[in-house]
């Protein structure tokens, strides 16, 4: 009802088409953004014909698999930075309920859960949410599935912008902590972060949530990611 209200009084725009709709359109989101239809490794960025990752390269990551819904390119970048920087709620509302409708068809997964990576307290105040979170919420939504923090940040990073692999990976490094560890009733975790860049920010979380539950399944899922080789 409060959505209801909101989209009488606040309509909504495509912010790509600029027409009445959520912050984008179907038609637009069909039309521009680079859609994966089949499975790639987040390792490598080749595509996979069976599974999630290459048994090559299993052995140098944390995830089981990463899922995401676009390639990242301007489009895109122009879509997520409004949501951060313009501190647009909605836009990682929108982008959850597409992602959520993208798994929903493509994807089965055995007793999931869904968690979010944590932002520090002052970048959460600063833009007054958490956009992974928002994102992993209404994904949870559209999958019936329960979405529970259950990683805290335990100290601030620096910006992991313009950094290389290595050194996001070295200062992402112990910046997680699990909190709720009520979690081995289920079979597998969904990470939910916004983008996929390097991957470090990922495979901290699920190096720590798999430090406690080796056994879990730990799968990444992002709107976008950066590190595709062959699409």
């Not at 409060?2 to 359109?25: A, E, G, Q």
């Not at 932002?119 to 999958?143: C, D, M, P, T, Y």
């Not at 692999?165 to 112990?174: M, S």
């Amino acid at each position: 009802m409060k959505k209801l209200i909101l989209s009488i009084f606040f309509p909504t725009f495509c912010l790509v088409c600029n027409k009445k709709s959520s912050y984008i359109c179907n038609k637009c989101f069909y039309s521009y953004l680079n859609i994966p239809y089949e499975q790639h490794c987040h390792v490598c960025g080749r595509a996979v014909r069976h599974g999630f990752v290459h048994k090559e390269c299993s052995s140098k990551t944390n995830l089981d698999g990463l899922i995401f819904i676009s390639v990242y390119n301007k489009l895109v970048k122009d879509i997520i930075h409004h949501g951060k920087y313009e501190k647009n709620y909605g836009v990682f509302e929108d982008l959850g309920t597409i992602a959520g409708q993208f798994v929903k068809k493509y994807y089965t997964f055995s007793m999931p859960l869904i968690t979010f990576v944590p932002l520090s307290f002052e970048r959460k105040l600063w833009r007054g949410f958490n956009q992974s979170e928002v994102f992993a919420k209404n994904i949870g939504n559209i999958l019936n599935v329960p979405v529970i923090k259950n990683l805290k940040r335990t100290r601030n990073t620096k910006s992991q912008a313009g950094t290389s692999k290595k050194a996001r990976a070295e200062n992402i490094r112990g910046a997680f902590r699990l909190v709720d560890n009520n979690v081995d009733k289920y079979k597998t975790i969904i990470l939910v972060d916004d983008v996929f860049t390097t991957g470090a920010t990922l495979e901290e979380c699920a190096r720590e949530i798999k430090r406690k539950y080796p056994n879990i399944k730990v799968f990444g899922l992002t709107f976008a990611t950066s590190r595709l080789s062959d699409i």
